[in-house]
């Protein structure tokens, strides 16, 4: 199978925290972290999230990033720097909000892919994105 993120890429996971990790969707850092093979992991939690949220994302190797105002805003202004400075972006949400996102990406010549699960999933990522993975199939 041709892996769009081997070799020396350097891949960006960014997990939109409030529409992923989810009760209803045992999302498993673990899981999303083998799919992504990340060198930078961020999970973006709004100003609402548990410390024990926080802590676990942590304890996950992974950078909790918790903000006041709008998570898509913050986690899309990343990813778009991300791309910019040579990053692949792979992005953990079921939210169609991330389309314009993915395809500035790709126009920075950068692989994408999206992480999610099939419940709710919005079809507008599978059109843009190089990679969808579903972590429920």
Known sequence: MFDLFGGDDRVALLVDGPNLLRDEFDVDFEDVRAVARPDVARVYLDHRAPSAL???VETNGMEPVVT???VDVRLAVDATAYAVEGFDITVATRDADFKPVLARANEEGAQTKVIGVSESF?????S???EVVFLDE
Do not use: I, W, Y
């Open 54 to 56: 926080v802590e676990a």
């Open 68 to 70: 006041s105002g709008d």
């Open 128 to 130: 843009v994105a190089d």
């Open 122 to 126: 919005s079809a507008a990522l599978e």
